[in-house]
């Protein structure tokens, strides 16, 4: 664990390395941990039904579904060898933004989640995740899903115009497109036929071809990570002592220049002076 008291002192100090430490603290926190797989995005998308349906919770929903918005923290579930993790809402409130990115800190594989429904990607969204891209994940560990499938023949153009969005954040991203009301059905009726359309399959082996891959060396990719975002820090610090350097040194300078003002204006007025006798 990083010692509390120094982030507090980096926080105050150096409030625009926040991001940096947020996520330094949670690789820090994870170490030995298992996969762990983030699941993000706005209000409504589907996430939480999407967490039920990759974990066997479709009848007792461990990740709660209505519509309100349910989690306000992001809810965490182990199952078979990765540990899954539901953040909230991004556009419900700054609250809940702030935890969802908090939440996205400690992914090793995120997954984005948008609903179709919802139309193209919002401005907003591909802001933020450009910026997650940047700063928290390599783009072969982000799953991009498509949620609400059910009437995809309908939604081709629609369809066209996301994935055009994704591969500008993604350089050949090929999104998931699931339907976790088709799997839902299936499940409960014992129909094969509509769990495999529905997606949920497929994408969980494209999760579980991940997992894998990233278990080989997931503890050296989160220390390389460490290291990263230590030297990141360091930079910023070196920055910030660099301009306190600089505004020190213009202070002595305007000090000097008024102090030799003043010695001026003293050696004039004493001439002055001189002059009366």
Known sequence: ????????????HLPQAQPLLSQLVAIRNNRGSLPRVVVYG??????????NALTGH??????????IPETKTSKILDHQGIRYIDTPGLDVDEADT?????GVDQADILIF?????SGPIQASEMHTMQRLIKSHAKPQHIICVLTGAERISQQQELLESIQLQLRQLIPGCVPSLVSNTMFQK??????QLLIHHSGIPQLLETLY???KQLARDLEQQRKKKQEELKQQVLRQVDARRAELQTAVEEERRQKEAL??????KTAELQGLVAQLR
């Open 98 to 102: 702030q935890a969802a990115k908090a």
């Open 58 to 67: 479709v009848e007792n929903e461990f990740f709660a579904t209505r519509d």
């Open 113 to 117: 989640v948008h609903k179709l429904a």
């Open 259 to 264: 102090h030799l003002e003043f010695v001026m």
């Open 42 to 51: 706005v209000y409504n998308a589907g996430k939480s039904s999407l967490l």
């Open 209 to 211: 071809e991940q997992v």
């Open 186 to 191: 299936g499940v409960r009726e014992s129909k």
């Open 1 to 12: 664990m990083i010692d509390s008291k120094l982030i507090k002192k980096l926080t105050k």
